[in-house]
């Protein structure tokens, strides 16, 4: 039987959000950063500082959300890497909340031997 993801779920909502748009924040600050200022260094350094911290949270709130709905090593893994690629975290938000609802939050073990899944 899973554990409540409820918490957690919350938990991972918030900082695959919060990621997304820090990284998006990331990816404007190169353009301006590399694009407009030269590589010169300028107020908008915080931005790589501050995402770093939330996406290692990001990956505590992942971990934790596998973890307690005993997902195979796999799916750990893409939502790690769904941290790193542009948009990609709002999409695995949406796709982890409506598995999740959908009762789709296991992996698929047959209750019985020789039973399909």
Do not use: N, Q
């Amino acid at each position: 039987m899973h554990r409540d993801p409820g918490a957690s779920l919350t938990r991972y909502r918030i900082f695959a959000l919060a990621t997304g748009v820090m990284l998006l924040l990331l990816c404007l600050e190169m353009v301006v950063k590399y694009g407009f200022l030269g590589g010169r260094d300028s107020a908008w350094d915080v931005i790589s500082y501050v995402h770093g911290w939330v996406y290692f949270v990001y990956l505590i709130t992942v971990a934790d959300l596998w973890s307690k709905l005993r997902w195979p090593l796999g799916r750990l893994v893409v939502l790690v890497l769904c941290g790193v690629v542009p948009l990609l975290s709002f999409w695995a938000e949406r796709r982890v909340v409506a598995d999740v609802r959908a009762g789709r939050s296991g992996p698929s073990v047959p209750s019985t031997p020789g039973a399909s899944a």
